[in-house]
């Protein structure tokens, strides 16, 4: 368990040492380095929970198909950009002009992708009970989303550029649920370890 702790500090100060180093503003713009590794973690996500719904009866089976679609479509949504486009959308359909509260319908949608994971999680909470681990991992998981919603919604201006921080929390959010959901598919002995 202390390795465990060790190796997910250690990635997280990776990352931000990472972050900080290339101090680049680029590096956490839309399609840059960040937003790769959320694609590569997203595409993680969705093999650990389909490799785990290889091995379940059918019940859990459409727990673990939903998680690895669901993960799919955000890795999608990270490629083609489609919350910012849903956004740029609704404000083209009512011709409303962007502003600082209406620019912020991207983080609300990312809300409600939030929101139904928690239902799907809440659900289905059975199949993860058996994996006690999980659970911590995802409460870290959803803690990060949220400080990357909050982020985004309230353009929260801290010492660091806080597109740096959002997309940080972004990428952590994402590894912690790549830890809930790998943790179920090594059990199954579908995955090595």
Known sequence: MMMKLV?????AVVLAVLTIWFDDKSIASE???LT??????????????????AGSVSWERRFWLLISGAFIYLALDDYFLIHERIDKRIHKIFQIRE??????????????????AIAVVAVFRHSLQQYPGSFT???IAFVFLLLTIVLDLF??????????????CRVLSEYF?????VMPARRSRLLPG
């Open 7 to 11: 190796t997910l500090v250690l990635g």
């Open 31 to 33: 399609g840059e380095l």
């Open 36 to 53: 790769d590794i959320s694609i590569l973690l997203l595409g993680m996500i969705s093999l650990a929970a389909l490799s785990r719904a």
């Open 99 to 116: 502003t600082g509260l209406s620019d912020a319908l991207d983080g609300v949608i990312v809300l409600l992708y939030g929101v139904a």
């Open 137 to 139: 991992y995802l409460g």
């Open 155 to 168: 353009h929260i201006d801290v010492s660091i550029d806080s597109g740096y921080l959002e997309e940080s």
């Open 177 to 181: 649920f790549l830890l809930a959901f």
